[in-house]
């Protein structure tokens, strides 16, 4: 698993902490982030923070992206792993420039394939394709 994967299951994990326990991101990632050495270090690699911070800033138009292109599903509805999996994934194809929309697609999947249900995986993919298509006329 490449460090960018493993910075996605990082911040993937704080996301869904925060979404199932109703706490801030940001809070929970300051709280995790210990620097000192030893064996309880437990720094939290850059791309994590860079993941949660643009997820906490975005948070509302991303949330806004998931309403409208989840056909059928209402943001209440959405199993709470898979909100974070698109959070993230949106997050990464429209703030992450540098980041091709395949790869920020393909590591959703991957994500969802590992820790969700049987359909998620195919319908993050849909939904993140939408998205990825559509993402030039979308207004940020």
């Known amino acids: 698993m490449s460090a960018r994967s493993?910075?996605?299951?990082?911040?993937?994990?704080?996301?869904?902490?925060?979404?199932?326990?109703?706490?801030?991101?940001?809070d929970i990632l300051n709280a995790r982030d210990i620097?000192?050495?030893?064996?309880?270090?437990?720094?939290?690699?850059?791309?994590?923070?860079?993941?949660?911070?643009?997820v906490s800033d975005h948070r509302r138009k991303i949330d806004e992206l998931i309403a409208t292109y989840a056909q059928g599903w209402d943001m209440d509805r959405?199993?709470?792993?898979?909100?974070?999996?698109?959070?993230?994934?949106i997050f990464e194809i429209i703030w992450e420039s540098a980041l091709p929309d395949a790869v920020a697609i393909d590591e959703a999947i991957t994500l969802a394939k590992e820790l969700s249900t049987d359909d998620s995986a195919g319908y993050i993919h849909g939904v993140l394709g939408k998205i990825a298509s559509i993402k030039e006329s979308i207004a940020i």
């Open 6 to 26: 493993k910075a996605r299951k990082a911040a993937l994990d704080i996301l869904y902490e925060s979404d199932i326990r109703g706490n801030v991101a940001l």
């Open 78 to 89: 959405l199993p709470a792993v898979d909100r974070s999996i698109l959070r993230l994934g």
């Open 35 to 54: 620097v000192e050495e030893g064996r309880d270090a437990r720094p939290i690699r850059d791309y994590t923070r860079q993941l949660i911070v643009g």
